[in-house]
């Protein structure tokens, strides 16, 4: 049996233990506002957590990964879905959590926006721009870090101005207090598609994307909820990406073409699983040591920032 298949063995049989009778477990999650965690909400709406004795309570972060790496810390919520280049960041900040697992296993694309009517024409030409981020340690801010850094440019010589979220960015890209701002292209298509922002280049990020967290507490008292939460998810997905209908469903939830989310389902791979790469956490720390968010002096080896039920994928 793999290391894998023997820890979801034993989730199920936790399961088995809370379902027989007692009262749901509840596990708080918090996660953004887009289309990622469409098997989320289904799996809520469909009762498949409770079908386990799990009670899954979804806490919405339109702030993005700073702000649900702040929640982790406040004890608000118990595992976040966050950018893996976040949660890693702030993993060296003190943060008292550990990632569990993998949650998407695909590259995201980045969008870099700028408000229609502005003169900038091509992320080349942004060395001098005002950069809208969520927040500072937010993915919007260090994948701007990362992209200086490949362009050749100084990162810590970046200006930056905090919006919150993507509408306080739609509210500093029209007033001009911010040139340009980063976040997932699907998410931003519809002010593209309406003549408000522009697109002028695009980031990948050169890692799976999405990373879920969990607090130190939250693995101390329900490591294996949190195990089999994640093999209920693992087959939520799995089902999403059969049915004939998953593009009208994310489509209906987010308010996006079907053409669009047709284009963006086909590219992503949702993982759901209690594994992680220890090779990819290097990779990920030497591309922020290289931006200037982490000192290399500082890395801790990739086992410390896993959790005790996660396997490398890479092992």
């Known amino acids: ?18 379902a027989s009778g007692g009262p749901l477990h ?34 919405e972060f ?26 890693i960041a702030d993993l060296h900040k003190g943060n008292p959590s550990k990632i569990l697992g993998t949650f998407v296993s695909t590259p995201l694309t980045w969008g870099v ?29 260090l994948m701007a870090m990362v992209d200086a850094h490949a362009r050749g440019w100084a990162p810590d010589e970046l200006k930056f101005e905090i919006v919150g979220d993507l509408e306080g960015a739609r509210r500093a890209l029209a007033d001009r207090t911010a040139d340009v701002f980063l976040w997932e292209k699907f998410t931003t298509k519809h002010l593209v598609d309406s003549g408000e922002w522009r697109k002028v280049g695009e980031v990948p990020t050169p890692w799976p994307c999405f ?16 195990v089999a939460m994640l093999e209920v998810l693992e087959e939520e997905a799995r089902e999403l990406v059969r049915s004939d209908n998953r593009c009208e469903t994310v489509a209906i939830m987010y308010g996006q073409h079907e053409k669009d989310v047709a284009e963006w389902i086909e590219g992503v791979r949702w993982s759901c699983r209690p594994e992680v790469s220890h090779a990819t956490l290097q990779q990920v ?9 982490l000192q290399a002096s500082e890395l801790k080896p990739p086992s410390e920032l896993v959790s005790s039920v996660t396997v490398d994928a890479g092992a």
Request: hydrophobic share 45%.
């Open 211 to 226: 990373s879920l967290a969990a607090s130190d507490k939250a693995l101390l008292e329900m490591g294996d909820e949190l």
């Open 26 to 59: 509840k596990i708080r999650v918090g996660g953004v506002p887009e289309h990622f965690n469409t098997p989320w909400h289904t799996a809520i709406a469909g009762g498949r957590f409770e079908e386990v004795g799990l009670r899954v309570e979804w806490v």
């Open 1 to 18: 049996m793999s290391s894998v298949s023997a820890l979801r063995a034993l989730g199920r049989e936790a399961v088995k233990t809370v």
């Open 62 to 87: 339109p702030g993005g990964t700073g702000a649900m790496n702040s929640a982790l810390r406040a004890d608000e919520i118990d595992v976040a879905v966050l950018l893996t280049e976040g949660i």
């Open 285 to 293: 720390m030497e591309s922020l040591v290289s931006a200037g968010v």
């Open 113 to 141: 926006h700028v408000a229609a009517p502005s003169a900038w024409r091509d992320a080349s030409e942004l060395r001098q721009a005002t950069y809208a981020v969520s927040r500072m340690g937010s993915g919007s801010h």
